[in-house]
């Protein structure tokens, strides 16, 4: 796992919600670390907004509106790998159904893992992009009650006070009562997945669609705690002629359809991007350092907030490994690894794409080098730190250890490891902060986190 920093020197210029536990077992108890409130960093970063020790305009030579290109083509890019990436899902998915062995699932469980890849550096889009905020729940939303979709072990429970559909089990059951009506679901596709069934109730953790659907379709639940081993769903759970879990034939209709529709929604996100899509032209039509702030907005509340905290202190305060991302993979080390890499993308205004291209070009690293080199090479140099902290991670999780285990309680190293990974995202946001002053934009409020803020929270 080797995703090498960028070379040294100048850089190329060109709601309180409760969690529902998504791997296996039901929690013993709720944490309140569910909302990620809007909150200003540092009174530091407030301060010199407004006593800054620039002076003149921060923003120098290098266009600004360039800039915003270069951030549009990487986004247009890294969706388009997405896209490509989850077509071959898609195609590994019809594969598995036509065929089901225990190669032809091997190679779709690969396909789910390539297509992580690309779609994680897309993360440091959101935040900053409404556009891209109202979608990615249809994609990558996390947790879900997985008794929704499909059996589930008896250590999961058989109810929820919270959510009705926590073990509605579409996969075997034809009709399902929502709000109190009985609705029809003989019929799987992809319209009843986002339109009936996603969210279902108003509730989030009826995920139906997107990502992490799809990876509980391809692995069933990991019932290993913080022990080794990912979730282990049989071939046969697709083998109509030796059927295991029953319902095979509805449970492959369920998987194609998720697998078709992460394609149809891959597509509006590039489409987006295109020259003359939305999300483009938000940008292109907009004052420039809005752009900016949107820029900076999506960088540091993916590394504060919903990395940083959601996603990573909440898991290892808890030692819980219903707290995992990708929890029924065990393929959180590469979706957190490559979160990192985005935001570098992002701010070095650099992209290589999984053809082994570059897209790149004027860049926000710039920018600030313009009117402050110490502070670029500052947030360069913890851009890359970062990058190399999550790749530590990826490294033992390569060596069998996977994430799980690392926040295990008792596992004073593992759960280090994971430390300096949290501590390197939270010094590069607090160096995010100062690119938001020194570029004279007004006061961005990232994404915050119990956690980080407020851990004795967490617990009550």
Known sequence: MAIAPLPPGPRPSPTARLRPAPCGFALQFEPKDRALPKIFLTVAATTALIATALT????????????????????HATYEDALSTAMRL????????????????AAAKAAWRAARI?????????????IVDEWEGRVNAWPLDEGLIDYVDAGY?????????????VVANTSLMINGSEVDASDITPEFLSGTLHEAGEIEANVATGYHAIEFLLWGQDLNGTGPGA???????????????????????????????????????????????AARQALA????????????????????????????????????????????????????????????????????????????????SAL?????????????????????????????????????????????????????????????????????AGLELDVIAFEGSDSLDDPDAVFQ
């Open 90 to 105: 898609d195609e590994a998915v019809d594969s598995l159904i036509a065929a089901p062995s225990a190669e032809t699932m």
């Open 118 to 130: 690309p779609y994680q550096q897309t993360e440091a889009y959101r935040f900053g992009n409404p």
């Open 368 to 436: 600030v080098r313009e009117t402050d080199a110490a502070l670029d090479a500052e947030l360069t140099a913890k851009l890359d730190t970062t990058v190399g902290a999550m790749q530590a991670i990826a490294e033992k999780a390569a060596a069998g250890e996977a994430y799980d285990q690392l926040i295990g309680e008792g596992n004073t190293a593992g759960n280090a490891l994971v430390q300096a990974a949290i501590d390197a995202l939270v010094d590069q946001t607090r160096s995010i902060e100062r690119v938001v």
């Open 231 to 277: 979730g282990a769903r049989a071939y046969t759970d697709y083998d109509p002629q030796n059927c295991t879990g029953g319902n095979c034939e509805r449970r492959a209709l369920y998987l194609a359809a998720a697998a078709d529709l992460l394609v149809s929604d891959l597509e509006e996100m590039v489409a987006n991007w295109a020259e003359d899509g």
């Open 157 to 169: 429970g058989v109810e929820s006070d919270d959510n009705g559909l926590y073990t509605a089990n």
């Open 56 to 75: 003149g305009q921060a923003i120098a030579s290098t266009d600004t509106r360039a800039v915003l290109k270069t951030y549009a083509d990487i986004a």
């Open 285 to 364: 039509n907009g004052p420039a350092k809005t752009g900016l702030a949107a820029m900076l907005t999506g960088i540091g509340s993916l590394s504060y907030g919903e990395l940083a905290g959601e996603r990573m202190k909440l898991g290892l305060l808890l030692h819980d490994p219903e707290e995992e991302h990708d929890c029924f993979s065990d393929n959180t080390h590469i979706s957190h690894l490559y979160d990192a890499v985005g935001i570098r993308n992002v701010y070095a205004g650099r992209y290589a794409r999984i053809d082994g291209s570059v897209v790149e070009g004027p860049s926000l």
